[in-house]
């Protein structure tokens, strides 16, 4: 029993293979760079953010993976950093395997300072505030990839009903 209006997989079909149209094949694997991810990630939300404002709908539907993709390239893109700039200090670190993005902001603000000791505090003062306050909301990114936790409690703060995708984007 089959809905011929639903597009189902046929028996044989294969998600990731290379086809004859190349300007649809990704390339992946050939680099392990994680601003490569991070940008991918960021891109993501920023065409979503475009089609919220440019067709003034879908934004209910979309600020759960706007929100989780930008999150995404910040945690990865704070990894990156950590990781390049720990060797700049002459300190190598491993990347952290952790989700918590207010440590890892803690490690790269150390670097950072340690790298650019006359650069403007304000900037990483607003940066901070940033990371802090999505750290408030989604401390270990499962807050807008899944409605509940673990528990089954809400992944959402109940004070949070509404986020300006327009702004999310702009900051």
Known sequence: ????????????DSLFIKDSD??????????????????????SADILV??????????DLLIYP??????????????????????????PKEIPMHHSILNLWKDCRHILERVWPDGPKDDLEAVEK????FSEIDP???????PVDTK??????????HINIRNLGEV
Request: with cysteine.
């Open 1 to 12: 029993m089959s809905d011929s209006n639903f597009p189902w997989p046929k028996l044989g």
């Open 50 to 59: 475009i089609h919220v404002q440019e067709t003034h709908s879908d934004q």
């Open 66 to 91: 706007i929100v989780f993709l930008y999150r995404q390239f910040i945690e990865l893109k704070l990894k990156e950093i950590i990781k390049d700039g720990s060797q700049l200090i002459e300190n």
């Open 22 to 43: 190349w300007w649809h094949n990704a390339c992946v694997n050939y680099l392990n760079s994680w601003g490569l991810y991070a940008e991918g990630y960021k891109r």
């Open 130 to 133: 940033c990371i802090c306050e």
């Open 152 to 161: 089954g409690n809400p992944s959402l703060p109940s004070h949070l009903s």
């Open 140 to 146: 270990r990114s499962m807050s807008f990839r899944y």
